[in-house]
C-alpha cells in the first residue's frame, strides 16, 4: 500500500484496529516466521573493515535464527530469566546483534554506549541490575574491554562477563599479527570471564525452554549520557513488533539490502532498522565496528553501496554532510530511499543531497520512550522539508498546551507540547524507576518535551524543546552535565548550557557562565577545565562565553531562550563573514510557529549567497530591511 499522505496513513488504520492484525506475538515467533518464509536470503552482513573487497561474513535467515537461539540458551544456561538483564557494552558486528535479539529472547537486552566512560556504564549496569554482560576481547586499538571492567567493579550484581573476540573476522597476516600485539586486560573484577564464542558452540539450535507469549519487557534502553543515576526506557515485545510491522508495511521487502552504519547501541538501528528487517526478511549490512565514525566508512560509503547492491540508505544529518564533500564514485543504481532521522535535517543539505545523488531523502521522527519511530514524511507524497512528517499508523500524536485549568488540545498550527500513543508506549511504565514516571503522561500519550505544531495537511513540525536535551549529530546531550562541571569550579557563579547551531552535527554544546564577585577567570580556562571535569567526550563545549550577568526569569532560573538568541547570532554572524559577506544578522525572535528565527540584514549582499551559507543550519531565517530590524 502507498503512504502518500494522511488519507493513506488513515486508509491502513481502517482495514482493522491494531490487535487484529496477524502479526508474531514474541520476537522469536518473527525471527522463526521470516526464516520459513525466506531461508537462504540474506539477513545480516558485517565487514570489519572499510573497503569494498575486505572480508565479509553473511548469515541468512535460517542462520540467524540459529544464533539468535543458540545465544538465548547461553543465557538462559547462565540464570538470565524473564525478568533478568544481559547488558551488551559492543561496537557494532554480527555478534552485537546475537546478544541483542538472544538476550531479548531468554530475558532483556540492555545496550550500552561503549563510548560511555566506566562510571556512566557502571550506573547503568547498577540501575537495570544486569547479570551478564557482552563485550569484547581487548583487542588493539580499543579500550573497550578495559572500560568495560572498570564498569563491571562498580556493578556487584554482574554475575558473569562473556567476550568477543573480533580476531576471527581477519584474514592473515593481520590474524597472526594481533595474537601478539593483543593488550592484556589490565582491570580486574569480581565476575566470571568466559569466551563468547566457546560458550556458544557448546549451545543447542533449538530453544531450551518456552517462548512465553506474554507481552513483556524485552529491552532496556538509556536515554542520554549523563553521569549520575540514568533513565532507562523499558520496551515490550509488542513495541519492538509495531516498529518492524511500519517497516515492511511501508519501505522494505525481502528484496531490499540496506546499509546501516549505525551503532547497535541505539533504538534507530536496533528497532527501526533491524526489526523491520526480522519482519520483512531484508537483508542488514553492518559495515565496521564504528559504522560511520569507523575508518575509511566515508571514503568507501559509494563503493560499499555499489558492493551490497544497496537499495536503502540509513543515515543522520552529520552523515549525510560527510557524505556532501566525498565524490559519488561508484554505481550507486540501486538506491531507492535514503532514510534520515536523529536530529532535525538543514534544508541546504536536504537539497545538495537529493541532487547529487538522485535519491529520494525521507526524513522522520522519533524517540528511546515511545520504543521510538511516531512520523516521517510520505515516501510516496509530498515531503515537508522541516517538518517531520505525518504520523504513522496507529500512532496518535497531539499537541497539548498547559494551562491554568490543566492541558488543553491546541489548534492547526497552535504550538505545544508534542504528546504520542501509540503500541510502542508503554503507559505508566516508560521509565524503570516509578517516580520518573510522574507527570510524563497526558492520559495515555507521552509527553515528549518536543514543543511542535500540526499544519491543516497533518504535517508534524518540531519547533523547540522543553526538555533543554542537546541534541549533537543524534546523540542526547544532558545540559545538566556540563552546567554541574563548571560550577565547581571556584569563580563561577552560575552556568548554562545549550547547543549551538553547526552545520555538520546540528548543534554542539557551548556554554555561558557568570563569575562570582571578584571571580577571575578566562574563557581558554574554563574550557580547559571542562576538558577535565566533563566526563562525556560528546558533552565537550565547543565555545565558552563569560557574561556579566546571566539571563534569568522572576525565580531566578537561567533563561536558555536569550542564551540560544545570542549563540545563533554569533554563529551565523560568523558563518556570513567567513563567506565574505556583508549581512549581519540583527535580531533573534521568537516565531509562535517557527521557533527562534533569525532576523538578517543583506547589507548589498546576494539573497541566494545568503541562503547556500545559512542554509547548513538548522535554524530559520528571514531576510528583512533596516527598518524592520531597528523596530
Known amino acids: 500500500m502507498t503512504f502518500a499522505g494522511l488519507d493513506d496513513r488513515n486508509a491502513i488504520e481502517a482495514q482493522m484496529v491494531w490487535q487484529d492484525r496477524d502479526l508474531p506475538l514474541t520476537l522469536y515467533q518473527a525471527i522463526t516466521a521470516t526464516a520459513q518464509k525466506y531461508p537462504t536470503s540474506n539477513a545480516i552482513s558485517y565487514q570489519l573493515f572499510s573497503g569494498p573487497t575486505d572480508k565479509a561474513e553473511t548469515l541468512n535467515w535460517v542462520q540467524l535464527k540459529d544464533k539468535v537461539t543458540q545465544t538465548a540458551n547461553l543465557f538462559r544456561g547462565l540464570g538470565i530469566g524473564e525478568t533478568d538483564v544481559v547488558a551488551y557494552v559492543l561496537p557494532n558486528a554480527n555478534e552485537t546483534v546475537y546478544t541483542l535479539l538472544g538476550g531479548a529472547v531468554a530475558g532483556i537486552a540492555n545496550p550500552i554506549n561503549p563510548l560511555l566512560d566506566a562510571e556512566q556504564i557502571g550506573s547503568i549496569l547498577r540501575e537495570t541490575n544486569a547479570k551478564v554482560v557482552v563485550t569484547l576481547r581487548p583487542f588493539p586499538k580499543t579500550d573497550v574491554a578495559d572500560k568495560t571492567a572498570e564498569a563491571v567493579a562498580l556493578a556487584p550484581n554482574v554475575e558473569t562477563v562473556l567476550e568477543v573476540d573480533l580476531l576471527r573476522y581477519l584474514s592473515p597476516p593481520k590474524s597472526w599479527i594481533v595474537p601478539l600485539i593483543r593488550p592484556k586486560r589490565q582491570v580486574q573484577n569480581h565476575a566470571k570471564y568466559l569466551s563468547f564464542h566457546s ?90 565496528p564504528q559504522g560511520y565514525r569507523g575508518d575509511g566508512v566515508m571514503d568507501n560509503f559509494w563503493k560499499l553501496v555499489e558492493r551490497w547492491k544497496i537499495s536503502f ?30 536530529a532535525p535535517l538543514p534544508l541546504e543539505l536536504f537539497r545538495r543531497f537529493e541532487k547529487a545523488t538522485g535519491v529520494t531523502l525521507v526524513e522522520g521522527y522519533g524517540l528511546t520512550e515511545a520504543t521510538c519511530l511516531v512520523s516521517c514524511n510520505p515516501t510516496d507524497g509530498e515531503k515537508k522539508v522541516g517538518s517531520i512528517g505525518i504520523p504513522f499508523p496507529y500512532c496518535d500524536v497531539r499537541i497539548f498546551k498547559t494551562t491554568p485549568n490543566g492541558p488543553i488540545e491546541a489548534d492547526i498550527d497552535e504550538v505545544g507540547e508534542i504528546c504520542v500513543s501509540n503500541p510502542g508506549v508503554f503507559v505508566g511504565n516508560t521509565y524503570t524507576e516509578t517516580e520518573k514516571n510522574v507527570d510524563l503522561y497526558y492520559g495515555d500519550h507521552l509527553r515528549t518535551g518536543d514543543l511542535g505544531r500540526v499544519d491543516a495537511d497533518g504535517y508534524l513540525w518540531i519547533t523547540g524543546r522543553a526538555k533543554d536535551l542537546i541534541i549533537r549529530g543524534g546523540h542526547n546531550i544532558d545540559p545538566a552535565e556540563i552546567e554541574e562541571a563548571l560550577l565547581h569550579h571556584e569563580a563561577v557563579a552560575f552556568a548554562g548550557a545549550i547547543g549551538q547551531p553547526d552545520a555538520h552535527s546540528g548543534e554542539v554544546p557551548c556554554a555561558f557562565v557568570e563569575l562570582v564577585d571578584g571571580g577571575k577567570v578566562s574563557e581558554a580556562e574554563l574550557l580547559e577545565f571542562c576538558q577535565k571535569h566533563v566526563h562525556e567526550r560528546a558533552a565537550m563545549p ?62 548589498g549582499a546576494d539573497v541566494s549567497d545568503i541562503g547556500q551559507t545559512l542554509g547548513d543550519f538548522v535554524q530559520p531565517w528571514d531576510l528583512v530591511d533596516e527598518t524592520v530590524a531597528a523596530e
Open 199 to 288: 560458550e556458544l558452540a557448546k549451545q543447542s539450535k533449538t530453544l531450551d525452554f518456552a517462548d512465553s507469549t506474554e507481552d513483556r519487557v524485552a529491552c532496556y534502553f538509556h536515554t542520554g549520557g549523563t553521569t549520575g543515576m540514568p533513565k532507562v526506557a523499558q520496551h515490550r515485545y509488542s513495541g519492538l513488533i509495531y516498529n518492524g510491522w511500519l517497516g515492511t508495511e511501508l519501505l522494505f521487502t525481502e528484496k531490499d539490502n540496506i546499509i546501516c552504519p549505525l551503532p547497535l547501541f541505539h533504538v534507530f538501528a536496533c528497532h527501526v532498522i533491524l526489526m523491520a528487517a526480522i519482519v520483512s526478511g531484508a537483508h542488514v549490512v553492518f559495515p565496521t
Open 313 to 342: 540508505i540509513i543515515t543522520v544529518p552529520t552523515a549525510i554532510s560527510a557524505k556532501m564533500q566525498r565524490p559519488i564514485d561508484a554505481d550507486v543504481s540501486s538506491v531507492q530511499m535514503a532514510f534520515s532521522g536523529s
Open 542 to 603: 565547543k565555545h565558552m562565553t563569560i557574561m556579566p550577568e546571566l539571563p534569568k526569569t522572576a525565580v531566578g532560573k537561567i533563561f536558555k531562550p536569550d542564551l540560544r538568541k545570542h549563540a545563533i547570532t554569533r554563529i551565523y554572524n560568523g558563518a556570513l563573514e567567513k563567506a565574505g559577506l556583508p549581512a549581519q544578522v540583527v535580531n533573534v525572535m521568537d516565531d509562535k510557529k517557527r521557533g527562534l528565527v533569525a532576523q538578517v540584514v543583506a547589507n
